[in-house]
């Protein structure tokens, strides 16, 4: 193990720029917050963190596929049973199709339990010559557009890690207590597959699926291997307050983990070589993510390499990368290239969300499906022309019927964004569209293999 690795400052971040950060009003209640969290019991385990850092090692190696993803912001109204369940199920279903339809397991991570801080482009939000603060996410202000709504308010960061608890207490009861029962494949798809062409394609994969469980059961593998799924927590790290606050010492390793998450990452807008986010998530020993967008040289992700995982540990770092479906056939392959001939483990997954929203004329920010789709494709080939492991998605997306993205099965219009258009900041993936997404990229990964 290296110095770097078992000497460790939590604070040296304090030091460094931090982009992205609330301005609070007041330093007095900040730290009345940051007191509580760092009271409170820990959200994950680290050894639960050393599971994840296995199976992305995993994916690195190119034996396991990433499937991430969840609400583009989480609320503190979404904490609740209906909503944890449906998303749960969406990733249950997709995980599924990928696992059954490319034949490859499939590491399951929510972008859930903790995803309520946003980074923004700007500062300030204007309606009818108003401006006022920007939306920062749950954690830091509310939706709402009035200046009470919009306060930065600590007391925020104690709800949001009430709201990740009482999400992860649902996903560990749904995917440990029998819901993500493999054998419950047919049921998760129930109130879906009469009026969705994406259904009733999953529902003849789930009839596939029954048939190979009756194979086994008739083979004497035990039923119970399938009763159970393991799922993982993730969030961007962008509030630097509430991640210090809940990083602990592992009694088992004496190393700091962030224990709000079992994996958290640097977004896009934060992962400048010197800054804060890099410092601070420099020293946990969390499986992490970096955001890598369009502008990314391959020195800036080399370097990046050398500050987060000096000694090259499998599994500890992941590159999702967010190009944008007209770059990424040519941004991607420098860094795939440049990276692979260092020798450095890395899974890498692509979120073909976040290079791709544009605005419609009726002022909601969208994505086309069409585009999402292309990004992942370019994904792929770009892989498969260097000989290296396409390692996952990202994505964000809802359990629900919403109309934020246009194309699909049902095939949304700029027209229909209006109908349901339900997201705090980004639009999602709804079901539909998430499952036709699960069906191609399974069918993607197969010709790569
Ligand atoms: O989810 C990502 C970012 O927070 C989001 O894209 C920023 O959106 P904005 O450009 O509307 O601030
Ligand atoms: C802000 C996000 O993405 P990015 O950092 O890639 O812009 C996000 O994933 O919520």
New binding site residues.
């Given amino acids: 193990m290296s110095t770097e690795q078992s000497t460790f400052d939590l604070d040296s971040w304090r030091t460094r720029p931090a982009l992205q950060q609330p301005q609070w009003d007041d330093p007095e209640e900040v730290r009345s917050a940051t007191a509580e969290l760092a009271g409170l019991p820990p959200l994950v385990f680290a050894g639960e963190c050393d599971q994840l850092k296995e199976r992305l090692a995993a994916v690195a190696r190119g034996e396991a596929f990433v499937l991430q993803g969840g609400d583009?912001?989480e609320t503190f109204s979404g904490a609740s049973a209906d909503a944890v369940r449906n998303k749960l199920k969406t990733l249950l279903q997709m995980a599924v199709v990928l696992t059954y339809a490319a034949s490859v397991p499939v590491v399951k991570i929510g972008r859930m339990g903790g995803q309520f801080a946003?980074?923004?482009?700007?500062p300030t939000e204007t309606r009818d010559g108003v401006a006022l603060p920007?939306y920062r996410g749950d954690a830091v202000n509310g939706l709402e557009f009035t200046p009470q709504a919009r306060r930065n308010d600590p007391s925020r960061l104690v709800r949001a890690y009430h709201c990740s608890a009482v999400t992860l207490n649902l996903c560990r009861a749904f995917t440990t207590g029998g819901y993500a029962d493999l054998r419950q494949a047919h049921a998760w798809n129930q109130d879906f597959v009469a009026g969705s062409p994406a259904g009733q394609r999953y529902e003849r994969l789930a009839g596939e699926i029954d048939r190979a469980l009756s194979f086994m059961a008739a083979c004497k593998i035990d039923p119970e291997e399938f009763h159970g799924v393991e799922f993982y927590s993730s969030h961007e790290a962008l509030i630097l307050e509430y991640e210090r606050a809940l990083t602990r010492i592992d009694a088992r390793t004496g190393l700091p983990y962030d224990v709000s998450a079992h994996m958290v990452w640097i977004?896009e807008?934060t992962r400048d070589l010197d800054g804060a986010h890099v410092e601070f998530l420099r020293q946990i020993r969390n499986p992490i993510g970096v955001k890598l967008g369009p502008t990314t040289s391959p020195d800036d992700a080399l370097a990046l390499i050398d500050r987060l995982n000096p000694d090259r540990e499998p599994g500890r770092l992941t590159f999702i990368t967010r190009m944008g479906a007209g770059r990424i056939r040519d941004g991607l392959p420098p860094l795939v290239e440049k990276v692979s001939q260092s020798g450095a483990p890395v899974a890498w997954v692509c979120d073909p969300m976040?290079g791709n929203?544009f605005e419609a004329p009726s002022g909601h920010?969208t994505r086309r499906f069409d585009d999402v789709l292309d990004e992942v494709a370019g994904f792929f080939e770009v892989h498969r022309a260097l000989g290296t492991h396409p390692g996952g998605i990202h994505i964000?997306f809802t359990g629900d019927d919403v109309t934020e993205c246009v194309g699909g099965g049902h095939e949304i219009v700029e027209d229909d964004l209006h109908q349901r258009y339900e997201t705090a900041?980004?639009p999602r993936l709804n079901r539909s569209q998430s499952l036709d997404l699960a069906f191609m990229v399974a069918e993607m990964y197969r010709e790569t293999r």
Avoid: V
Wanted: contains cysteine; positive net charge.
């Fill in positions: 583009c912001a946003k980074p923004r482009s700007k920007a977004g807008r976040h929203t920010k964000e900041c980004d």
